[in-house]
């Protein structure tokens, strides 16, 4: 049997990309393969919930778009099937001068990307947040919280109810594409198919390497720690509480997370990953390490972000360290407040130079399309990540092997 579409990867973008396929070509044979046994056991399993509205993103990039389009779709998709999620809002708190005059630069920027956010001064923020200290603040209010297993869980039944097929605990280890189709190998059988789309996250740079491309970056593991406040501490805040990014770094740091089972998450940080699907903080995988060791631009970029790369480390160590980031904001938060929660590990891909890439990345052939990097906000942002992925599987023909 040939399919028209394979695509790997069991996550929220290998799910949205099969249903999306499915929608735009009703009756096409669809196959999702996963390694793991559950759907989402990867990053879309292990993030922080948030549907985000997208107000940090370059005006015009693919992320700030998509971000946009997903916000509602993520809202319209949960209505319809019945999944849970609450628009608490976000504040972004400001608590010094420098941060002040970024927060002020945020706030134009999420004009230009056209969401709505109100100014919102010490005063104010005291209204909305009593246990949170700040000097200004931009309250975003479509900002949500979910739990994105149950929207992958809910695409992949739409998957099936379309005549499509999810396939857990089979492991791609073999690609070859012919002028006229794709093989895929798996342990216990191969799969054929017209096409493949690769959205294998963390393994993305091997998956692309198995489908006879050498990838021109490497996913380098960056783990993601998180405290979790104890119940008595549940009514601590109401909206998502996050700092100001520092626009020199990709990730957007320790926030306090409500979550849409009542729990409130804090963190993460961005420690480097010693495993890249180890979560204890005392896991190592040898191949993983080698394979960050070995590549080039994974020592330009940790020359470049040395200092960072210590403070994350050492505040991943000492509780403290990591308590005072969060205390910035949030004065109240004591040690004791913080509880070990499961770690998450994102997969961020770093070019040759050293350049961690910020934006989605595609990498292609003729008959393959490979999701290079999908960082966050794509959770968010998968139902219209899938359709756009859909529509570049479709006019692959005349595709160049890469793109940004
Ligand atoms: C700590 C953290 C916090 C985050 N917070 C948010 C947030 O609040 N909001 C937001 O929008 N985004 C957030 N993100 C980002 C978001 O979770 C990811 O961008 C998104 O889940 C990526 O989905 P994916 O399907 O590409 O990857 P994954 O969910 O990692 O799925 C990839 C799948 O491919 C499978 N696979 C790999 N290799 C093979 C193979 N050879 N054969 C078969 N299957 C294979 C894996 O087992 C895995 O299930 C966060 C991420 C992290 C890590």
Not at 227 to 234: D, F, M, S
Not at 319 to 334: E, F, S
Request: proline fraction near 6%; hydrophobic fraction near 40%; charge should be neutral.
């Amino acid at each position: 049997m040939t399919y028209d579409y394979l695509v790997i990867g069991g996550g929220i973008v290998g799910l949205s990309t099969a249903l999306n396929l499915l929608r735009g070509q009703p009756g096409v044979k669809v196959a999702v393969l996963e390694k793991e046994r559950d759907l989402a056991a990867h990053q879309t399993g292990h993030n922080s919930g948030v549907i985000h509205a997208g107000i940090y993103y370059a005006p015009g990039s693919l992320k700030a778009t998509l971000c946009r389009a997903g916000e509602r779709a993520t809202k319209d998709f949960c209505d319809a099937h019945g999944i849970a999620y609450a628009t608490i809002g976000k504040l972004v708190v400001a608590t010094d001068d420098l941060e002040v005059a970024r927060l002020h630069r945020l706030r134009d920027r999420a004009g230009v990307n056209g969401i709505d956010v109100e100014a919102v001064d010490g005063a104010r923020l005291r209204e909305l947040e009593p246990n949170v200290a700040g000097r200004e603040a931009l309250l975003v209010r479509s900002t949500g919280i979910v739990d994105y297993r149950a929207v992958t869980r809910a695409m992949a039944e739409d998957v099936r109810a379309a005549g499509g097929e999810v396939h857990t605990g089979v492991e791609v280890t073999g690609i070859r594409e012919t002028a006229d189709a794709v093989d895929v190998d798996t342990p216990g059988r191969g799969f054929r198919g017209r096409r493949l789309v690769a959205c294998a996250g963390l393994q993305a740079d091997r998956v692309l390497r198995l489908g006879g491309v050498e990838p021109d970056f490497r996913i380098i593991p960056f783990r993601g720690e998180y405290y979790e406040l104890p119940p008595q501490r549940a009514g601590l805040v109401t909206h998502l509480i996050y700092p100001v990014p520092d626009p020199e770094l990709p990730f957007l740091g320790v926030h306090l997370s409500p979550t849409i089972d009542g729990r409130i998450t804090v963190g993460p940080n961005a420690v480097l990953g010693l495993a890249r699907e180890g979560y204890p903080k005392t896991a190592v995988n040898l191949r993983d390490v080698a394979d960050f060791v070995r590549f080039p631009g994974m020592w330009k970029f940790a020359r470049a972000n040395l200092r960072t790369g210590i403070a994350e480390a050492f505040n991943s160590v000492v509780k403290a360290g990591y308590l005072a980031q969060a205390r910035k904001y949030c004065p109240d938060l004591t040690a004791a407040d913080l509880r070990p929660h499961v770690a998450g590990i994102r997969a961020q891909a770093i070019m040759r130079d050293g350049s961690p890439v910020e934006d989605f990345l595609l990498r292609r052939t003729a008959r393959q399309v490979h999701v290079a990097n999908a960082p966050s906000p794509a959770a968010t942002s998968a139902l219209p990540i899938g359709e756009l992925i859909a529509a570049k599987v479709l006019d692959n023909k005349h595709a160049p092997l890469s793109e940004k």
